[in-house]
């Protein structure tokens, strides 16, 4: 058996992203899921890129504030103690709109964590 506590406010975030990203998988030695909390401000977004992943499944769980997943089907707003369900192969691209009053604080959850993730424009199916 094996346990870890994480202090995810003593993890340093992410550089060069457009949020705060802080990864806790690696603080806590997760192999098979990727877990990451991000704060976005107004503006902002979560990835680097729309994109869309092979094989990983994710999971936007919102904390606090609105969060918008970008989809080829259209714009999906995510309040807090809502979580939104990203499958592989679809595109997606979440973010906070400018429009909105407050930051957004997010968990995003991936399995399994691997690196598969494809940048794709919008219109791109991911297929």
Same mark, same amino acid.
């Given at each position: 058996?094996?346990y870890h506590h994480?202090?995810? !406010?003593?993890?340093?975030?992410?550089?060069?992203?457009?949020?705060s990203?802080?990864?806790?998988?690696g !603080? !806590?030695g997760?192999?098979?899921?990727?877990v990451?909390?991000y704060e976005?401000e107004?503006?902002?977004?979560?990835?680097?890129?729309?994109?869309?992943?092979?094989?990983q499944?994710?999971?936007f769980?919102v904390?606090s504030g609105?969060? !918008?997943?970008?989809?080829?089907?259209?714009?999906?707003?995510?309040a807090?103690?809502?979580?939104?369900v990203?499958?592989?192969?679809?595109?997606?691209?979440?973010?906070?709109?400018?429009?909105a009053?407050?930051?957004?604080?997010?968990?995003?959850?991936?399995?399994?964590?691997i690196?598969?993730?494809h940048?794709?424009?919008?219109d791109?199916?991911g297929e």
């Amino acid at each position: 058996m094996g346990y870890h506590h994480v202090d995810v !406010a003593g993890i340093d975030p992410a550089s060069e992203r457009p949020s705060s990203k802080r990864s806790s998988a690696g !603080a !806590a030695g997760l192999e098979n899921v990727a877990v990451n909390r991000y704060e976005a401000e107004p503006g902002e977004e979560i990835p680097l890129a729309y994109h869309y992943h092979d094989d990983q499944e994710e999971v936007f769980y919102v904390l606090s504030g609105t969060l !918008a997943v970008e989809t080829p089907e259209g714009t999906h707003e995510v309040a807090a103690d809502e979580a939104f369900v990203v499958e592989p192969d679809s595109t997606q691209r979440a973010h906070v709109p400018e429009s909105a009053d407050e930051r957004a604080v997010a968990l995003g959850i991936g399995a399994p964590a691997i690196d598969d993730v494809h940048p794709c424009e919008p219109d791109e199916s991911g297929e």
